[in-house]
């Protein structure tokens, strides 16, 4: 798996509340930035730098999110996300590298995690990129 | 002659130790996860913006053709939604067997490829970047890995590169 790194403010979120993971109350979404996250500093979406919102990148995408729990275990699994270059590069970006997920029902979007792609990408038009989670995003016990 | 005499308990002054204290600096960022013990704490610059992390992605599987390899072997997963139902890439992308596809890990401590690549006859490589918490190699979380006697050049990760 890419790391699945915790937000230090996203795990106070959740235990306050702020952020839901089980069920389908809150909806997360997966955004693409360029800047290395500062996961104790980090504490809302704005806090990252996003690709610009064009060429098939509308600014985040919906993960549908859901929460059940089996046990003293829940697993939140999300849908595979798509992105498709269209027009130029996704984003007009060659600098994207981070996937944080946030909750945005929360009221200021609270950061949640990220994967670490590991490099920079660039999406150019015609090209895709998909963000698989597998079985699941997270599981907490 | 000077005798030096012990003291006794009661006046010795403890020297109090937090957990944390006893730990190497390597030891201390580990212990914040598994991506700072890879990359430590973002740093930031004199104007205050965060230093990119170093590049860790490594090769994992050379290039083979999609059709080279056994039926199933890739899962649909790799290339239903992203190819074969959308509708946004050119006609020969939606047709994966005909791709070349290679994998990468997205850092050497991986246990399995995350970073997957399909490149079509036409320039376009599209993306599959694996990023759930299952055990690789799972039914929900496949991690399919092969190895060739490809000696080439890596190929581009995308035709802007």
């Given at each position: ?29 997966v955004?693409?930035t360029?800047?290395?996250?500062d996961?104790?500093a980090?504490?809302?979406?704005a806090?990252?730098t ?33 992105w498709?270059a ?56 | ?38 990359h430590g ?5 004199a ?52 791709h ?23 320039g ?38």
């Amino acid at each position: 798996m890419a790391t699945y790194t915790k937000y230090e403010n996203g795990i106070q979120a959740m235990l306050a509340g702020q952020i839901i993971a089980y069920g389908t109350t809150d909806a997360w979404l997966v955004a693409i930035t360029t800047d290395a996250p500062d996961v104790a500093a980090d504490d809302e979406l704005a806090d990252a730098t996003q690709i610009s919102s064009n060429n098939g990148y509308p600014g985040s995408n919906d993960t549908a999110n859901s929460g059940t729990r089996s046990g003293a275990t829940v697993t939140v699994a999300c849908a595979d996300v798509v992105w498709t270059a269209s027009g130029g590069n996704l984003g007009s970006s060659t600098t994207g590298r981070y996937f944080p997920i946030y909750d945005d029902t929360s009221t200021t979007d609270k950061l949640i995690a990220y994967h670490d792609y590991g490099t920079t990408f660039t999406v150019a038009t015609g090209e895709t990129m998909t963000w698989n989670t597998g079985a699941s995003l997270l599981t907490a016990a | 002659m000077t005798e030096t005499l012990a003291k006794p308990h009661s006046l010795t002054k403890p020297n109090v130790v937090s957990k944390e204290s006893l730990l190497t600096p390597e030891e201390r960022i580990a212990a914040l996860g598994p991506h700072a013990r890879r990359h430590g704490r973002v740093k930031y610059d004199a104007d205050g913006n965060k230093i990119p992390f170093p590049e860790t992605a490594v090769p994992a599987c050379p290039p083979v053709r999609m059709s080279d390899l056994p039926k199933g072997f890739i899962p649909k997963r790799f290339y239903e939604k992203n190819l074969e139902y959308n509708q946004q890439v050119a006609s020969c992308c939606r047709k994966p067997e005909n791709h070349i596809i290679w994998s990468e890990k997205s850092h050497p401590e991986e246990a399995a490829p995350d970073r997957y690549f399909l490149r079509c006859e036409c320039g376009a490589v599209h993306k599959i970047f694996m990023a759930g918490v299952g055990t690789p190699g799972d039914e929900d979380d496949p991690r399919p890995q092969w190895k060739s006697d490809y000696s080439g050049p890596w190929p581009k990760r995308s035709r802007a590169d």
